[in-house]
C-alpha cells in the first residue's frame, strides 16, 4: 500500500515536499510514479522514478521545478516542488509499477500501467 502526504496551501513561487511511503516487501521493485489531477481534469503523468532510483522521467512543464528521488532504506519516494504555479493546483497521487519498463513515455504515463495507487494529497497555490 502506499500513501502521499505533504501537500497542503502554498503561495505563487512556494515550495512543497510530497512523500510516498510504502508498506509491504520487494519496494525496490516497483517503478513510483506521480500524476495529478486538477478539478474537472483527466488524471496526467508528472513523473516517475526507476526501481533503484537510476532513472527519473519528468513532463516537460514541470521538469525544471519538480524534481523526485527515492529512499528505498525507509520505503519513500519524495517529489520536491519549486517555484509552484496556481496550475500545479490539484491532487497529487504516487502509483507503483512494477510490470514493465518505463523507458518508454507510453508506458510510463499509461495510469493503467500502475497497479497500486495511494490516497492523494491535495496541493493548492494561491496567487
Known amino acids: 500500500q502506499l500513501q502521499a502526504y505533504g501537500g497542503g496551501l502554498v503561495q505563487t513561487g512556494g515550495s512543497l515536499r510530497l512523500s510516498c511511503a510504502a508498506s509491504?516487501?520487494?519496494?525496490?521493485?516497483?517503478?513510483i510514479g506521480w500524476f495529478r489531477q486538477a478539478p474537472g481534469k483527466e488524471r496526467e503523468f508528472v513523473t516517475v522514478?526507476?526501481?533503484?532510483?537510476?532513472?527519473?522521467f519528468t513532463k516537460d512543464s514541470v521538469k525544471d521545478r519538480f524534481t523526485t528521488s527515492r529512499d528505498n532504506a525507509k520505503n519513500t519516494v519524495y517529489l520536491q516542488m519549486n517555484s509552484l504555479k496556481p496550475e500545479d493546483t490539484a491532487v497529487y497521487y504516487c502509483?507503483?509499477?512494477?510490470?514493465?519498463?518505463?523507458?518508454?513515455?507510453?508506458?510510463?504515463?499509461?495510469?493503467?500501467?500502475?497497479?497500486?495507487w495511494g490516497q492523494g494529497t491535495q496541493v493548492t497555490v494561491s496567487s
Open positions: 502509483a507503483a509499477k512494477g510490470v514493465g519498463n518505463i523507458l518508454s513515455k507510453r508506458n510510463r504515463e499509461d495510469v493503467r500501467g500502475y497497479e497500486s
Open positions: 522514478i526507476s526501481r533503484s532510483g537510476g532513472s527519473t
Open positions: 509491504g516487501r520487494d519496494f525496490d521493485n516497483y517503478h
